[in-house]
């Protein structure tokens, strides 16, 4: 699955690098940009229902802070081990 994810991961960042590169800043590169946030939200979504529920392991909350590109965050502001309150927290919020 975490193949799969990054996978996926990169095949986003390429056509975000695209996108970025070669569109104009016009009403149709807004329209695309939200679009791409409104996506990346509902995955997210999906990714704390699926990582972050009760009960989760400590590899399932690391897995989450890596699809969300948080484990830097996380680990600068919390100072102490993983833990499913404070990751739901950084991811969701």
Known sequence: M???AGSLQ???AAI???SAEHMG??????F?????????????????RLFGMPGAT???LSTLLDL???QISYRQRYLT????VPVVDLVAL
Do not use: K
């Not at 081990?81 to 499913?84: H, K, L, M, P, T």
């Open 81 to 84: 081990g993983i833990a499913r």
């Open 58 to 60: 400590a590899d399932d």
């Open 68 to 70: 969300a590109n948080s």
């Open 25 to 30: 800043r016009t009403a149709a590169w807004r």
């Open 32 to 48: 695309h940009d939200l679009g791409r946030r409104l996506e990346r939200a509902m995955a997210m979504t999906r990714a704390v």
């Open 2 to 4: 975490l193949d799969r």
């Open 16 to 18: 975000a690098g695209l």
């Open 10 to 12: 990169r095949r986003y």
